[in-house]
Every structure is written in structure tokens, then in C-alpha cells.
């Protein structure tokens, strides 16, 4: 029962475009949500973060939409550059009830900037 | 700033051997984790910890064992090693449940 889910395994964009990225889960005690890339070989980094009380958080080129009733979060890289090629797991934890605590991770979605 | 710290990169093990991977950080968070990231799929949590002494069931702990006796280390022992544990193992830790956690650079483990 997966509770966060990235449907598309891959995705392809031009130098220079933008890159978004989605996220769905199922689970309503969800409060926080990030966003992490990993390059291969190495261990995940965070990217950026939002909080359910908020619906948009930007740092830089990344910015992170949250629409609660949908259960549904995206990640936006304007503009997508070739070093930003690398895997994005979106993870959600909640504050309280069953999965407090723990990072919940989607499959990840291979991203891939062509130059 | 060394950040989380784990060691071996790689191992090979035989079916039924042990071995215990090891994690520490530096960062004096409370939180820590073990994860597991199998090909195509995302990381699944294996155990964690809210603190000294405090230890906790994952999504799949089967096969492995935590301590956490001091706030920095964290080690994950495998007692009986089969092939179903070939994976990469990602330890991490995060200041509380609402903040990013910093994960170290991955243990890949091979079961033959």
C-alpha cells in the first residue's frame, strides 16, 4: 500500500524549460513534505520542504506546490540546467497518528535535462 | 563537518554470515534512520530512532537488529544474511519529525 506515489518513472526536458515534477498521497495525517535528489552513488540530499498550512514554498529555481485537497504536491525547476539530472524522491511524514516520525518515500522520478 | 558518517561503502557476504553497519553523526539530531533502497523502487524505512535508548520498527525490520545507546551511533546488524537483503542501505537523521533528515553516502551490500 504505497502512500506516496510518483507515477512517472522518467522524464525528459530541454536545457532552459521547466521541469515539473509530481507527487500524490493517500494518507490525511501527512503535515510535512519534501522534496530530495539523488545522484547515483551517493545519498540523498534535501531539496526543499513545505508544511501543510502553506500551498507554495520557493527557494531559488526549485518551488514546491501543495494542494491539500487533492492530495497532491509538485515540484517546479525553472529554469531545468543539465547538473539538475539526477533522481527526485518526494517523502512525507506526519506529526502525529501512525506514521509519526518516519519519512515516507515515493519510487522516485529519473529526471534528465538534456543540454 | 563530517554530517552522518557510514561505513562499509561496499560488502560482500556470504548466505548466513552476519555483519553490523555502522552510522554516526554529528550533528547532536535525535532522530535516525535506516533505510533501505531496493533497484526501482523508493527507500523503505527499516528502523529508527527518536533518541538514546529508543528504538522502533520500520516498514521492514525483518532480518535486522538496531541499538542506539548513544545519541551519535546507530548501527544495523544483520544476523543471518540472505539473498532478499542485496541492496543499498542509507542511514539518516533529522534534528526532530518535521525537518529534513541528511542521509550519509549509502552502504551497498551484496548477498550471494
Known amino acids: 500500500d504505497q502512500q506516496v506515489k510518483q507515477n512517472s518513472p522518467s522524464l525528459s526536458v530541454q536545457e532552459g524549460r521547466i521541469s515539473i515534477l509530481n507527487c500524490d498521497y493517500t494518507?490525511?495525517?501527512?503535515?510535512?513534505f519534501l522534496w530530495y535528489k539523488k545522484y547515483p552513488a551517493e545519498g540523498p540530499t534535501f531539496l526543499i520542504s513545505?508544511?501543510?498550512?502553506?500551498d507554495k514554498n520557493e527557494d531559488g529555481r526549485f518551488t514546491v506546490f501543495l494542494n491539500k485537497s487533492a492530495k497532491h504536491l509538485s515540484l517546479h525547476i525553472v529554469p531545468s540546467q543539465p547538473g539538475d539530472s539526477a533522481v527526485y524522491f518526494c517523502?512525507?511524514?506526519?506529526?502525529?497518528?501512525?506514521?509519526?516520525?518516519?519519512?515516507?518515500f515515493g519510487k522516485g522520478t529519473l529526471l534528465t535535462v538534456n543540454p | 563537518n563530517a554530517g552522518v558518517t557510514q561505513t562499509p561503502k561496499f560488502r560482500i557476504l556470504k548466505i548466513g554470515q552476519s555483519m553490523t553497519l555502522q552510522c554516526t553523526q554529528d550533528?547532536?539530531?535525535?532522530?535516525m534512520y535506516w533505510y533501505r533502497q531496493d533497484p526501482g523502487m523508493g527507500l523503505k524505512l527499516i528502523y529508527y530512532?527518536?533518541?538514546?535508548?529508543?528504538?522502533d520498527k520500520g516498514e521492514v525490520p525483518n532480518g535486522y537488529n538496531v541499538s542506539r545507546s548513544t545519541t551519535e551511533d546507530f548501527p544495523l546488524r544483520l544476523e543471518l544474511a540472505a539473498p532478499s537483503q542485496t541492496s543499498v542501505y542509507f542511514c539518516?537523521?533529522?534534528?526532530?519529525?518535521?525537518?529534513?533528515?541528511?542521509f550519509g553516502q549509502g552502504t551497498r551490500l551484496t548477498v550471494v
Open positions: 530512532s527518536v533518541g538514546a535508548g529508543i528504538t
Open positions: 517523502a512525507a511524514s506526519a506529526s502525529s497518528g501512525g506514521s509519526n516520525y518516519k519519512l515516507t
Open positions: 513545505i508544511s501543510s498550512i502553506k
Open positions: 550533528m547532536n539530531h535525535n532522530y
Open positions: 539518516a537523521s533529522s534534528y526532530n519529525s518535521n525537518t529534513e533528515a541528511f
Open positions: 494518507n490525511s495525517m501527512f503535515d510535512y
